[in-house]
């Protein structure tokens, strides 16, 4: 028997300063400032072993993050900026804090067996246990009357005007959904999650190989960094589950010049999480992270590589899906209930295709050079449930060129290299703010150059 032992330690740092025109307009209406950090420590271990027809692998895994966020916004003209006329005053700012708690416990392990020259069978388990605390805090900022608007608005639902509560300096504004009180928001979420996979293996003398797998996934539950007016809003989601079957063939064709690969995959979600709304009732319908119940996703990928002649590299490679909500009602972006079912995911193309090509040529005993070139086309989507038209992402299309020499071991390489080389416009993505629907413009047409030195 042969053990291997594995220890992996991971730590990182991340901080984050960044400017936002948030309004979608012309006006100088709302310009924010995100302020962020991370940090986190991860520790893996595992033990691999091999006997005769079986392989192993048994393990855990811990994993600490703490992450604060704030933001400061300055809302400085336009009809955003009254939100109560003849009421309260313009506000000037806004601001919000938050702290993320999340600590993950997991073990898992991993099992293969040859059960003969071609056949492989593989199944795999792992536990997670995670714990998330979450501290909210919407701000008036500097200026007090966005949290006079709101302290108004909490004493109006708790039947109390004429009397308003003061707005404490830089305190939390948002009105609590229980008490309907001005307070931070405290919350924690504890889930824990079994998943598995198990795969069937085929390789045929010709190399080529067949699968078939079958997955049951997750992904962890969460709480969002919003703007606020209500707790309610950083309510965290549920865990999304998946379970994922596909069939597939790997398969080289022609001594290995041209290779094909093709598959078909159906993906079972429950409790999906997407951004949505939901109901208030001092507000209506606010911004937040919701689960959709039960939806669904099959579709067919497929690629082929091709060398024709010596240098000469081709891949084309493409996938068609087709998403769908099976049973969720929600608010929409006008906030209007809506049943979604048979909506399309947001940011789901139909159709998406890569074609590359490259060819490359010796120059010298010690030097290779090369050009080429890569087109990528996406279809129509939506940035929003219920396939709303004013926020549909029109189809597009993009041409990248490049062109270098590099050394024959690869030891460095100089590439000059355009992307987006036709200057194509398309959004990348947009969402509705108030009465603006703010789109996000893809990068144009840039060119540059890349140095690369190995050692």
């Not at 536990?127 to 009357?145: H, I």
């Not at 004493?155 to 008490?179: E, F, M, N, Y």
């Not at 119940?293 to 010596?310: D, E, I, N, T, Y």
Request: aromatic letters at 10%.
């Amino acid at each position: 028997m042969r053990l291997t032992l594995t220890t992996i330690s991971g730590y990182q740092r991340f901080h984050q300063d960044k400017h936002l025109d948030e309004d979608g307009t012309a006006l100088q209406a709302l310009d924010f400032r995100q302020l962020g950090q991370v940090g986190s420590f991860n520790q893996e271990t595992r033990l691999a072993g091999e006997t005769g027809r079986w392989r192993w692998l048994a393990g855990g895994y811990a994993a600490w993050q703490k992450s604060d966020e704030s933001f400061a916004g300055d809302v400085v003209s336009g009809s955003l900026a009254e939100p109560l006329p003849g009421i309260f005053p313009r506000f000037t700012t806004v601001g919000g804090a938050f702290e993320f708690h999340k600590r993950d416990l997991a073990a898992f392990g991993n099992v293969e067996y040859r059960a003969g020259e071609h056949l492989t069978l593989i199944g795999g388990l792992r536990y997670t246990n995670s714990l998330q605390r979450f501290y909210g805090c919407q701000q008036s900022g500097s200026d007090p009357a966005l949290g006079e608007t709101l302290a108004y608005l909490s004493a109006a639902a708790r039947g109390v005007l004429p009397s308003v509560d003061p707005v404490p300096q830089s305190g939390c504004i948002q009105i609590d959904a229980a008490t309907l009180q001005q307070v931070a928001t405290h919350d924690r979420l504890a889930e824990s999650n079994v998943s598995w996979r198990g795969n069937v293996n085929y390789k045929t003398d010709g190399s080529s190989l067949l699968y078939a797998s079958i997955a049951k996934g997750f992904k962890s539950g969460s709480f969002p960094s919003l703007s606020v007016s209500s707790s309610l809003q950083f309510a965290p989601v549920s865990q999304e589950s998946l379970l994922a079957c596909e069939v597939g063939i790997k398969a080289p064709i022609s001594g290995g010049m041209v290779r094909v690969e093709a598959s078909g995959f159906y993906y079972d979600y429950r409790n999906k999480q997407v951004r949505g709304r939901v109901a208030d009732p001092v507000f209506g319908a606010v911004e937040a992270l919701v689960n959709i119940p039960k939806s669904r996703v099959f579709g067919f990928q497929g690629s082929l590589r091709a060398r024709p002649a010596r240098g000469l590299d081709l891949g084309v490679s493409a996938v068609v899906v087709d998403s769908k909500v099976q049973r969720f009602t929600g608010y929409d972006q006008n906030g209007v209930l809506t049943d979604f079912a048979g909506s399309p995911f947001p940011y789901s193309p139909r159709f998406q295709m890569v074609a590359n090509a490259t060819y490359e040529w010796t120059v010298g005993a010690d030097l290779r050079s090369f050009v080429g070139a890569d087109l990528t086309h996406h279809s129509a989507t939506n940035a929003s449930l219920g396939d709303d038209p004013e926020l549909r992402l029109r189809p597009y299309a993009t041409l990248d060129l490049r062109a270098g020499v590099r050394a024959a071991d690869d030891s460095w390489s100089m590439i000059v290299w355009g992307r987006n080389v036709t200057n194509a416009y398309y959004w990348n993505n947009m969402y509705r703010f108030t009465d603006t629907l703010v789109r996000i413009a893809a990068r144009p047409v840039t060119h540059g150059l890349t140095l690369s030195i190995r050692r």
